[in-house]
């Protein structure tokens, strides 16, 4: 009997749990008979822990304890944009953490939030080990297709905290295609069109018979239906500050049922062609008197407020369908995704880009999860499953002088690849080299996602430019990226360490392990009656929790410091001689100077210009064989 893999879509608002036995996909309700679960979690007085939609119900009354939209958050840095407008819009509190990561303060406990996306794992664990009366241990969890090396590691770790083996990270448009295409025999090219709670995808795949080829995918991680929340939220609030002179947005409570009418009214709009929107008592004015609001929106008005945001998406379409060579009309189909993708006015404007019905024999909720079943099933069975051709959505840079990025691998190159490049020492009897790692299109690497730096060490010492380390960068089929270095002289590999990442250290991660964290969630299934969807095979169910291998990159991360980076400046500088290093130029270039005052200043920010970190294959070295190089 074969092993159960469940498939889950975490999603940013909602998350869906999934299997596919014998061919059969099916979704997996919760103990309320919802096939999603809300994205939401409650951390009460006494400790404990809720997740789903009666964690969603506090965050009206329980607003600092209760998080919602921690993907949004996922892998990445306190500076960036996305972090600052959660401060902005969330009541819960969120900190700063070593190396710039993010933490979550509730009832003075700091969660990563790996932490908190392993909580809704582990709640999405327990519906699928109620429904299918057995142990579940392995998963195929779905990330957007845009997310970038931090985002999908910190997922990766996430379900390692929650007790899953992570058979894959999956793309979310390419298990969707799966949903769709798997075994039916077609041979087609489509769209997939999802637009989420957080954030917005649009992949093009080829899909065949057992071979579902992503040609090209691009995205938008701050669009998504949680904007058009916004949209009649300012609206609201602009009125009722217009007409009683209070500013809801100042009122946390307020501001929350704000939010839960506005989405509710959006949902509305989805079926009827308008709203109501009745919140009693929403404030106190200055006469000390409760105000209501009562409105009524229509879908005309609605259309008018979000039109821009679907426009927004369409110009992320234009520029896969670019990369992918193809104009809409080549399209054979248009999936949706995603609880957005039910508004008439989204349909009907995906109907208008893409010239042709969008197709809607497919939940947009469940087919992302469903897909992600399918996929998980055919990993565990090995045979007759479907060969998958993904992309990486986002270019792998190297750090250059000047604050200027290298591509290593373009964006949308087909993965697992991998690719090398010979790097040098720069001072004699160096020890050490290091490279800094971006993701992302920008030639500026400040506009870039860093993934961390890497650090070799335990190479053959010799005088500077004589020692030739072959590096080679690689994206798994998870989509995440593996940095290895061998000494050419000897053979030897030499030890990688990263020394920068936003992500949790293989010793914080073994700890939060061993905290049993996800212990606390009071699953809603644990209330729930069992109910086998075969009892046979439940039987023999596996019952161990098996630790899945180590995972690549954040290990021996714990040593990151400020200080190890820093000092790292000065030793570790390594010229890549492949892209035609000259080491003359590089002396001439490099102002020793300044990198030393920038290792007495530890505090100061990794992303000063100026302490970039030395990659000589830039043009500052002349090693563009592009004339062109010289005017950047
Ligand atoms: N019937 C509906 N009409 C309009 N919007 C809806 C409807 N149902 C759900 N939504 C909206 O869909 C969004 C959530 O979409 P979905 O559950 O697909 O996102 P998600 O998978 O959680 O997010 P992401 O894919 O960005 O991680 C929310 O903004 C929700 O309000
Ligand atoms: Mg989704």
Redo the contacts with the bound molecule.
């Keep these: 009997m074969a092993e159960i893999a469940v498939g889950i879509?975490?999603?940013?608002?909602?998350?869906?749990v999934a299997t596919s036995r014998d061919g059969d996909v099916e979704v997996l309700p919760n103990a309320y008979g919802e096939a999603?679960t809300a994205?939401v979690v409650n951390l009460a007085a006494d400790g404990s822990i809720t997740v789903g939609n009666a964690a969603k119900a506090n965050i009206i009354h329980d607003p600092k304890n209760t998080v919602y939209s921690a993907?949004r958050l996922i892998g990445r840095y306190f500076f960036s944009d996305e972090v600052k407008k959660a401060q902005a819009i969330c009541s819960y509190e969120i900190v700063e953490a070593e190396n710039h990561g993010v933490r979550i303060k509730v009832r003075e406990e700091l969660f990563s939030l790996a932490e908190l996306s392993a909580m809704v794992l582990r709640e999405l664990k327990s519906i699928a080990e109620a429904r299918l009366g057995g142990s579940v241990t392995k998963a195929v969890i779905t990330v957007?297709a845009y997310f970038n090396d931090n985002q999908r590691q910190a997922t990766k770790d996430a379900g390692r905290i929650a007790g899953l083996e992570v058979l894959r990270i999956l793309n979310?448009p390419t298990a969707a295609a799966l949903a769709y295409g798997f075994g039916k025999g077609l041979n087609q090219r489509v769209a997939v069109y999802?637009?989420?709670?957080?954030?917005?995808?649009i992949s093009v795949l080829e899909i065949g018979e057992d071979v579902f080829e992503v040609l090209a995918t691009s995205g938008d991680t701050f669009l998504?239906?949680?904007d058009?929340?916004d949209r009649l939220i300012d609206l609201l609030a602009d009125e009722f500050l217009a007409s009683e002179k209070v500013n809801l947005r100042n009122d946390p409570y307020a501001l929350e049922k704000l939010k839960l009418a506005s989405?509710s009214a959006?949902?509305?709009?989805?079926?009827d062609a308008r709203a109501e929107i009745r919140i009693p008592d929403i404030a106190t004015v200055a006469d000390g008197s409760p105000r209501s609001i009562e409105r009524v929106v229509t879908a005309e008005e609605f259309n008018a407020l979000v039109m821009d945001l679907i426009m927004r998406s369409f110009k992320v379409c234009d520029e896969a369908l670019q990369q992918a060579g193809i104009i809409a009309r080549d399209l054979d189909g248009v999936i949706l995704?995603?609880?957005?993708?039910?508004?008439p006015i989204?349909r009907d404007s995906v109907r208008e880009y893409f010239q042709q019905d969008p197709k809607t024999d497919v939940d947009?909720?469940e087919v992302?999860a469903m897909g992600a079943a399918i996929h998980a099933a055919s990993l565990v069975n090995q045979g007759g499953d479907a060969y998958l051709l993904d992309v990486t959505p986002l270019s792998l840079q190297i750090g250059v002088a000047g604050g200027l990025a290298e591509p290593v691998i373009e964006r949308n190159t087909p993965v697992p690849i991998e690719q090398s490049r010979t790097f040098t020492t720069f001072k004699d009897h160096q020890e050490a080299v290091a490279i800094r790692v971006y993701q992302g299109e920008s030639r500026e690497t400040s506009e870039n996602e860093l993934l961390g730096q890497f650090e070799f060490s335990g190479f053959e010492k010799g005088r500077r430019g004589e020692v030739a380390i072959d590096v080679s960068f690689e994206i798994d089929t998870d989509g995440i990226v593996n940095v290895t270095a061998r000494d050419r002289a000897t053979g030897q590999a030499a030890s990688t360490r990263i020394t920068l990442s936003s992500g949790l250290s293989e010793g914080e991660l073994q700890q939060i392990i061993d905290d049993g964290i996800t212990d606390r969630v009071a699953t809603s299934a644990e209330t729930a009656q069992p109910v086998p969807l075969d009892e046979a095979d439940a039987d023999t169910a596996p019952e161990t929790l098996e630790a899945p291998g180590p995972v690549p990159l954040t290990e021996d991360a714990d040593t990151c410091e400020m200080k190890a980076y820093a000092q790292a400046d000065i030793d570790a500088l390594a010229i890549d001689t492949e892209a035609g290093g000259d080491l003359a130029a590089l002396e001439e270039d490099l102002d020793v100077d300044a990198l030393s005052d920038d290792a007495d200043g530890l505090g100061s920010s990794i992303f000063d210009d100026d302490d970039a970190l030395f990659d000589p294959a830039g043009e500052d070295l002349g090693a563009d064989p592009e004339p062109s190089g010289g005017e950047r």
Excluded: H
């Design positions: 879509d975490l999603g940013t608002s909602n998350s869906c999603t994205s993907k957007p979310e999802d637009l989420g709670g957080g954030t917005f995808d998504g239906g949680d058009f929340d989405e959006k949902k509305q709009l989805s079926v995704v995603g609880g957005p993708t039910r508004l989204v947009p909720d992302v």
